[in-house]
């Protein structure tokens, strides 16, 4: 059974950093890659972030470019993302999604969603 659990999420001014973690299992997390997608008050699902099986190779939305880095580590089956210099814009659910192969293939499993708020 596929289980992707986010956490992390809260209250941040702007400026601020938060490190969201998705804890994976039920799956050979260390062959997929594995994304973050976001949804904003009123608005469908956005792309944030993708990062291929291994590790090595990561793309990102022009939105977060140079303000987020995702990671993941294979031993933990958890993968990361990490929101530094966070806008009100960027306020959201984010969800973290595994991908159908190894590099991008679309979203087949989801998690529950953790609250990201940007906010004075």
């Known amino acids: 059974q596929v289980q992707l659990v986010e956490s992390g999420g809260g209250l941040v001014q702007p400026g601020g950093s938060l490190r969201l973690s998705c804890a994976a299992s039920?799956?050979?997390?260390?062959?997929?890659?594995m994304s973050w997608v976001r949804q904003a008050p009123g608005k469908g699902l956005e792309w944030v972030s993708t990062?291929?099986?291994?590790?090595?190779?990561?793309s990102y939305a022009d939105s977060v470019k140079g303000r987020f880095t995702i990671a993941r580590d294979n031993a933990l089956n958890t993968a990361y993302l990490q929101m530094n210099s966070l806008k009100p814009e960027d306020t959201a659910v984010y969800y973290c999604?595994?991908?159908?192969?190894?590099?991008?293939?679309?979203?087949?499993?989801w998690g529950q969603g953790t609250q990201v708020t940007v906010s004075s």
């Open positions: 999604a595994k991908d159908v192969f190894a590099n991008w293939g679309g979203f087949d499993y």
């Open positions: 039920g799956f050979t997390f260390r062959s997929y890659a």
């Open positions: 990062i291929n099986s291994g590790g090595g190779s990561t």
